[in-house]
């Protein structure tokens, strides 16, 4: 039932910059609700990295930025760490569904 | 520092109904909207539903028919009750906290893994 569209994976090398996408709709991201990102690490609860957009709780390093436009939202992560191998999941509201939506989850890889 | 723990069963049969209790520490319970998040084997996050610390309620409309969820302040505990279980509610079941002005998830439980099954 997921409404926000991530790409199912992306990859890069350790040091290069890698950024995820989440594509909303007018019913979501586009009627101006927040976008707030999750990293879930193997085997653990998932985390929470960017809240409203762009912003990072305490502890999240500065390699993580996110940032919204309409109906989508972006996650980039710079100076990738095999330590940033994990599942990347957008979330936000959705009107229509008068409920919370999670994207559909992105694997980063570090190669 | 906020802590989340989950606990139940971890199987249940065809056709039962799931029960799961969230016990929060750390912090008062008021103020915030208390969640439940399921993640199937293999795939992504569903939003199960919340209940505000006031008792109000909002759930998922996939599974409003089949769920109750409850809360006790006093114990600082929430509960989640999901009837006519398949095997398409297996998954792992995590407790959150909600921050009501932001809409975000900031804390979670470790999750607990409910498997249906005879």
């Known amino acids: 039932q997921s409404v926000l569209t991530q790409p199912p994976s992306v990859s890069g090398a350790p040091g290069q910059r890698v950024t995820i996408s989440c594509t909303g709709s007018s019913s979501n991201l586009g009627a101006g609700f927040d976008v707030h990102w999750y990293q879930r690490l193997p085997g653990t609860a998932p985390k929470l990295l960017i809240y409203v957009n762009s912003n990072r709780p305490s502890g999240v390093p500065d390699r993580f930025s996110g940032s919204k436009s309409g109906t989508s939202a972006s996650l980039a992560i710079t100076g990738l760490q095999a330590e940033d191998e994990a599942d990347y999941y957008c979330q936000s509201y959705d009107n229509s569904l008068s409920g919370h939506v999670f994207g559909t989850g992105t694997k980063v890889a570090v190669l | 520092q906020v802590q989340l723990q989950e606990s139940g069963p971890g199987l249940v049969k065809p056709s039962e109904t799931l029960s799961l209790t969230c016990t929060v520490s750390g912090d008062s319970i008021s103020n915030y909207y208390w969640s439940w998040i399921r993640q199937p084997p293999g795939k992504g996050l569903e939003w199960i539903g919340y209940?505000?610390?006031?008792?109000?309620?909002n759930y998922n409309p996939s599974l409003k028919s089949r769920l109750t969820i409850s809360i006790d302040t006093s114990k600082k505990q929430f509960s989640l009750k999901l009837s006519s279980m398949t095997d398409a509610d297996t998954a792992i079941y995590y407790c959150a906290r909600g921050t009501v002005t932001v809409g975000n998830f900031d804390y979670w439980g470790q999750g607990t893994l409910v498997t249906v099954s005879s």
């Open positions: 209940i505000y610390y006031s008792g109000s309620t």
